[in-house]
């Protein structure tokens, strides 16, 4: 079964009046027998697309809850391969949504980046969100990976220069991703004031999607920035939730959380 591609999947909300919801969960998270289940659970109750962490020692981006969940990841032994697994195993269920591995160049170098995005291709990876990656030096990565029809996405941060807006707007595909605030990823109160200005200078600049992350983790949230940019990830707030649930009561309560912030995308419910 073909899985949908990013592109397709933002057009097709764009015909249905939504926003993207894009959950992040690291693979091996609490337990790796455990990942599939919730990305399961995550698809049905209306996520639009899955961004799967890659464990690493060393996240430059994320904060303490992502980097807890990674440490318990690596401590069961989870690597890019096993995350491969993974995407493997999710297609073969018959699971269509569109995936991308969120890493870090160093776990993609020393698997060889060319053999790893045959085999991403192969297992139904849809993109990769690779932090670290400057996209200025990322024509080698990105050539590769759009052989194998796999997106790259980056960064744009409010601090972003206009000269690398430029080469963000001619390298990447799929969306960007838009950090909504300096940082590391976490959970806070409130959107900034000056996002919506933030996305607006951007959409003169860049004609992919928009889909902001760090710190949205509330229906509030994501009914706010789906008022003005193309998508919302939510990370921090579904790991927290899954350490704070007892296990068998997860998958309901997965369920609910994503089911609200999926309802928050919808036009009929943005002007609440």
């Known amino acids: 079964m073909k899985q949908h591609t990013v592109e397709a999947m933002f057009k097709d909300l764009e015909r249905k009046g939504q926003k993207a919801l894009i959950p992040y969960i690291p693979v091996g998270y609490p337990r790796l027998d455990e990942t599939i289940d919730y990305i399961e659970c995550i698809s049905k109750a209306g996520a639009d697309m899955i961004e799967l962490g890659v464990p690493f020692s060393d996240p430059l981006a994320d904060g303490p809850v992502i980097q807890e969940a990674a440490q318990i990841a690596l401590q069961q032994g989870v690597t890019l391969r096993k995350c491969l697994e993974t995407v493997k195993a999710i297609r073969a269920s018959g699971n269509t949504i569109p995936i991308a591995l969120m890493g870090y ?18 297992a139904g990876v849809n993109a990769l969100i690779i932090p670290d990656l400057p996209p200025e030096m990322s024509e080698n990565w990105v050539n590769c990976a759009r052989k194998h029809h796999i997106d790259i996405i980056f960064f744009i941060a409010p601090t972003t220069k206009e ?10 595909s799929g969306f960007v991703y838009c950090i909504s605030d300096l940082g590391v990823t976490g959970e806070r109160d409130t959107v900034p004031v000056d996002l919506p200005e933030f996305i607006n200078h951007l959409r003169g600049k860049i004609k992919l999607p928009l889909a902001i992350g760090f710190g949205i983790s509330t229906p509030d949230h ?20 899954i350490k704070e649930t007892p296990r068998d009561e997860r998958l309901q309560a997965l369920s609910v959380f994503i ?10 419910h943005l002007n609440r």
């Not at 160049?105 to 192969?122: G, H, I, L, R």
């Not at 089911?259 to 009929?268: F, M």
């Open 222 to 241: 994501v009914r706010e920035v789906s008022s003005f940019a193309d998508g919302a990830i939510v990370g921090s707030a579904l790991i927290r939730l």
């Open 259 to 268: 089911s609200n912030l999926k309802d928050s995308t919808k036009s009929v």
């Open 163 to 172: 000269e690398r807006i430029e080469v963000i707007s001619k390298a990447g």
């Open 105 to 122: 160049c160093n776990s993609f170098s020393a698997y060889q980046f060319e053999t790893f995005a045959a085999d991403a291709e192969e």
